[in-house]
Structure formats: structure tokens, C-alpha cells
């Protein structure tokens, strides 16, 4: 009989990732139904994960960001307008968290003001031309939390240092400091690996 309930379950969702639409999706989940809520997040897990990937220091503390990103969505899809792609909404939510647990932890960090650092760096443009994106993230991924939270928000989200600042808590300068030894800790990774 078990046997028979579990197939009776894959076929549903089966059934639902074939004929199920977004709006539909997001009405089930809205209901909490748990076939919506497996569907939506099978579907933009993955896209997502990448996105909590790129403010972790590794796959537990990103994990820990897609789980509580998840719960926000679930928790806030009632708000979602239908303007614009749910996709994007939801990455808007998962960096949103990504710095809430940037926040909380940030007392550990250390900031140094840009007028301490003299070195003018190239552009990231340069930097990154010839690297694939999963050498790119390998990359990023051995920055210090700082110094990776403020070069995802200004070189891959593109958020001004105004507004990194408001978001973070710091100052513009302090962000702008923070970029300056993302950029050149990781030409300096981009340089070991080139040897």
C-alpha cells in the first residue's frame, strides 16, 4: 500500500511541474500546500543557491541563507505583484538575507577607511575578462566575508556605495575600502593561480 501512495505522490508532482503554471504555483504555496512549496522550491533552488553561494564563506553557511531566504518567500509570496519575474523577486530576497546574516555577524569584522590605502587597482571588468563564472565564484569564495559581501553587491548586484552603506551599516568610505582589497586580494589569487 506504501508502495502504491509513494507513486500516486511522484506522479502528482510529476503532474504539476508539467501543467502547473507560475500563477497556479504561487496560489498553492500562498494555500501552503506542500506539493507548491516542493515545486517552487525544486524549480529556483539551484538559481538561488548560486546567488547565496556568492555572500557565503562556504555551502553550510549558504544553505543556512536559502533555508531562511526560503521561509521569506513562503512567508511573503502573498505580497508578490505579478510585475516583473518572480525569479527576480525572489533573488531580491536571498541577497537581502545574505546581508541580514552579514549583519549579524559583522561585529567580527574589521574595517579600514580608503584614505589607509594607497594602491589604485584596475577595474574588476579587466580583472575577471578571461575567467569562467565557477572560477570567478571559487574566487570570491576566499575573500573574507567584508570584503566578499561588498564586491557581490557593487560588481555583481550593482549597488552604489550609498546605498551599500546604508544597507550595511557602514560607511561609504569603509565600503569603498572593502572593494578596493576585494579587487586586489583577488588579483593576487588570480596571480598564485596563474603560476
Known sequence: ??????????????????????????????????????????????????????????????????????????????????????????????????????????????HQDIDEISDVLPSSKDMYADLQAKDIMALVQKLPPGYRTVFNMFDIEGFSHKEIAAKLGITENTSKTQLLKARKMLRRLLEDQEK
Not at 28 to 35: L, S
Open 1 to 110: 500500500m506504501q508502495y502504491k501512495d509513494n507513486l500516486f505522490d511522484l506522479s502528482s508532482v510529476i503532474y504539476l511541474k508539467t501543467m502547473a503554471s507560475e500563477k497556479e504555483i504561487i496560489k498553492g504555496c500562498i494555500k501552503k500546500k506542500k506539493k507548491y512549496q516542493k515545486l517552487l522550491f525544486d524549480q529556483y533552488a539551484p538559481v538561488l543557491m548560486a546567488v547565496c553561494m556568492r555572500y557565503s564563506h562556504d555551502r553550510q553557511s549558504a544553505e543556512d541563507i536559502l533555508q531562511d531566504g526560503f521561509i521569506k518567500i513562503f512567508d511573503n509570496l502573498k505580497k508578490f505583484r505579478f510585475e516583473g519575474s518572480l525569479e527576480g523577486w525572489m533573488k531580491r530576497i536571498m541577497v537581502n538575507t545574505a546581508l541580514n546574516h552579514y549583519r549579524a555577524n559583522l561585529k567580527s569584522l574589521y
